[in-house]
């Protein structure tokens, strides 16, 4: 069997086409949606996803507000410039790119966020939104891992859905999308026995570890759809996910690449919720 791609980069350009649409329907009610984007300190890979972040919504009509302070930025001026983002009526999302350096607490910061312009949807209001099933910012790359499965026409009800990691940006508000969706959801994670045994009986696998090539061929029931989370470097410096791919390929049914799966459609996701910000102030 060779499985069947799930093209998160081109899922992701329809989106944001789409987006672009309601971004001038926006515009011409007179406001355009602007996203405020906080990078502290010099982090290469947080360069990177702020950079793509910036881009996407320039392509996508949004305006962009970038806010680069240095690494020694204290705590106290950082609440500062989070305040007044939450009070600037020009600002209808606000991300601030995690980590932050270590002097910074990043529970205050997230806290700190307005939780009606929190588009990361870390902020604990949206969590919570997200466990009682109320609307609400819903994380980024979790939504986007449901929108690829949604893309498939793939009924969720009674599958059984493995998690592989329980972090708070993925893991775990993608249990809590998938039982939303009437699936039948395990978590695993570094502290749980026989990875293997726990994987093989994933109708639809999500893996959102951190490490290169984890799941392997042995470890997919034929046929599953095994969406990648992961962004790693292989052996030869090349990125890569969790997923063994090649492998995984011969024996699932669906499986999203690492480049161009989940990464481009955690953008999307983003700019979907600041399009969503402002839709819900105006409109609603
Ligand atoms: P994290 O380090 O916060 O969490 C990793 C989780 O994996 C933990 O819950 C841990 O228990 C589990 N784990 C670690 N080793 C394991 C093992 N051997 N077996 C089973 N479980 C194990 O990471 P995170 O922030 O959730 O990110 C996970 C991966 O997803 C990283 O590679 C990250 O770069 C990537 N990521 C990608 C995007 C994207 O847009 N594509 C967004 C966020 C994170």
Redesign the pocket.
């Known amino acids: 069997m060779t499985a069947k791609l799930i093209n998160g980069k081109d899922l992701a350009a329809s989106i944001r086409r789409q987006l672009a649409q309601r971004v001038q329907a926006l515009v011409d009610r007179g406001h355009r949606p602007g996203l405020a984007v906080v990078l502290v300190g010099e982090d290469p890979a947080s360069q990177v996803y702020v950079r793509n972040k910036i881009k996407a919504c320039s392509d996508t009509g949004i305006t962009s507000i970038e806010h680069r302070l240095p690494a020694d930025t204290s705590q106290e001026a950082l609440l500062e410039l989070i305040a007044r983002l939450n009070d600037d009526e020009t600002v209808d999302g606000i991300l601030v790119q995690l980590p932050v350096p270590d002097h910074i607490n990043p529970e205050r910061i997230i806290e700190a966020i307005d939780p009606l312009k929190d588009v990361d949807g870390f902020h604990p209001n949206n969590i919570g939104n997200l466990v009682i099933g109320r609307e609400g910012f819903l994380p ?2 979790p939504y ?1 891992v449901m929108k690829m499965i949604e893309s498939t026409g793939y009924d969720l009800t009674g599958k059984h859905a493995v998690i ?8 775990k508000p993608q249990t809590l999308m998938l039982l939303a969706k009437n699936a039948t959801v395990t978590v ?5 026995r026989d ?1 293997a045994a726990m994987t093989r009986q994933a109708d639809v696998l999500v893996a ?4 290169a090539k ?1 799941i392997g061929a042995d470890m997919v029931k034929p046929g599953a759809m095994v969406l990648d ?4 470097r292989d052996e030869n410096g090349a990125l890569c996910g ?1 997923v063994d791919t090649e492998a995984v390929s011969r024996v699932a049914g669906w499986i999203s690449p690492v480049p161009g ?3 481009p ?2 953008i999307a996701m983003l700019l979907t919720n600041t399009v969503e910000a402002v839709e819900r102030r105006l409109l609603k």
């Open positions: 980024c790359t986007g592989v990691g329980r972090s708070n940006i993925v893991g695993v994670h570094s502290r749980t990875l959102a570890v951190g490490k984890l989370v992961g962004i790693n969790d799966g989940v990464g459609m955690t």
